[in-house]
């Protein structure tokens, strides 16, 4: 059960307008694309768990009264994954959730719709820049599977031209291209939009050419990133 209930940010102020600072910001962006479980945020090195630039270096007080002040403030969730049954808002629920072993279940944290809309006023995101891209569960000895979503045709079959050039250890057949509109598309657990696009394919090893991976010029952020 709720420790206490979950108090909104100020009536009549949009979510775009809650002060935010820039560790609540990293906070935000580090649960931008998926829940992010606590315990990668106190991992030894958190920014290369969660795949972000700067490390705020929080202590474990400042990082459980910055997490439940979120929460009150209806910018984040903080439960228990994958059923989502307790939720935590304050700082002493949070620290007991970090620092208990790991059981099947465990907790993170994501962005309610007004978290994300904060994010987005901060961060200025062009979604029609993000794509999102990976492999798919295969059964055994079948074709390794692979999905995009992008906001048009176009800019899925752009990322799949990416992977056909990248010279990893797979390769895209074309012929297996299957495309869908998607109507809304759901880009993100908290973020839709009207209209996406998905294409499906499969691949095939290939040997890799570790050199033309390495000469792959790094892509440019859709958003702007926080800076610490």
């Known amino acids: 059960m709720p420790a206490s209930p979950r108090m909104p940010y100020p009536p009549g102020m949009p979510s775009e307008n809650v002060p935010v600072d820039v560790l609540d910001l990293w906070l935000l962006e580090a649960a931008l694309e998926l829940p992010t479980p606590l315990h990668l945020l106190v991992a030894s090195d958190p920014a290369a768990a969660l795949n972000m630039r700067d490390d705020p270096r929080f202590s ?3 990082l459980c009264e910055r997490l439940a002040a979120l929460a009150e403030r209806d910018l984040i969730i903080v439960h228990e994954h994958p059923d989502g049954m ?8 949070i620290s007991k959730a970090l620092l208990r072993p790991r059981p099947r279940s465990f907790f993170v944290y994501e962005l309610t719709p007004s978290g994300g809309a904060l994010w987005e006023a901060q961060a200025q995101p062009d979604w029609g820049r993000y794509v999102n891209a990976g492999e798919e569960p295969s059964a055994n000895d079948a074709p390794e599977s692979w999905v995009i979503e992008a906001l048009s045709l176009d800019i899925a079959e752009a990322e799949f031209r990416f992977h056909e050039e990248l010279g990893d250890g797979n390769r895209p057949v074309p012929e297996s291209k299957l495309g869908e509109e998607l109507a809304p598309w759901n880009v993100t657990y908290w973020k839709t939009l009207p209209r996406g696009y998905r294409l499906r394919y499969t691949s095939v090893p290939r040997t890799p050419d570790p050199a033309r ?9 859709w958003y702007t990133p926080v800076r610490l």
Do not use: I, S
């Open 60 to 62: 474990h007080e400042e």
């Open 86 to 93: 307790e939720e935590l808002f304050t700082p002493d629920a």
């Open 213 to 221: 991976v390495a000469a792959t010029p790094r892509r440019a952020p």
